[in-house]
């Protein structure tokens, strides 16, 4: 079985742990810092935050404190909405930068494809932050980079013009919403899949199917989903502010997923709701 300290391999050969902890929704300050500190000593080595999230500067907090070595941790961030073309992205990363006070990110991510201040120009936006994001790459202030939120149209732009390929896609995967047209995209790319909201943002909890699984497999709603997230080849960001939950997202890897349970979570379709569509986000 595979563990908290097991990777996918990215191209360029950076390695990525293969479950992440999420920082969404968990404010900045004691609260953030407290999460994830916990997560470290739970086992995860790979932290994801944004920007938009608000909480970089406790991220860092909890990391320096930790007293585990920088290279052991595997930190994502992402470029704010606001943010987009060249000059702004290379300000947003070292802004970010100094909020985590780092010298290097591990991922940096295009947090959304089309951000309503971008609404009438967002190909040439995402044309501007690549290349920044190529060039801090290059430079080796970031180790990978990525997109988020992305589908196939949006994709598909980027290429035209971009010298690297998205490394990671970090979109909303979860039972009943595996936005298969972007996946399948992906795959054919070699563009890893990064499942957030694993748990449905907790909807999975009342659904009635998980609740049978849980007899099954012996195991709690939330690890069932985050097991099936690794099962589909994702890599899943689970997050929760209690140290139990948190455990207890992490222990999934004394357990398999039945080939027809994979499908069953699959097919829910729904059942969690659906992620929101990019062009028409009002952020």
Known sequence: MTSLIDFYELPGGVKIPCVGFG???VQNGPEAVSAVADALKCGYRHIDTAAGYGNEESVGIAIRNSGIAREDVFITSKL???MHGYENALLAFERTMENLKLDYLDLYLIHWPNPIKFRSSWEQANEGAWKAFE????AGRIRAIGISNFRPRHISALEKTASIKPMVNQIRLCPGDTQDSTTDFCKERGILLEAYSPLGSGKIFDVPQLKSLEKKYGKSAAQICVRWSLERGYLPLP?????ERIRENADVFDFS???EDIRLLADLKGCCGYAQDPDSITW
Request: hydrophobic letters at 20%; a positive charge.
């Open 23 to 25: 920082t969404w929704q």
């Open 80 to 82: 704010p909405n606001d």
């Open 135 to 138: 060039e801090l790459h290059r």
């Open 239 to 243: 997050k929760s502010k209690s140290l």
């Open 257 to 259: 997923l039945s080939p």
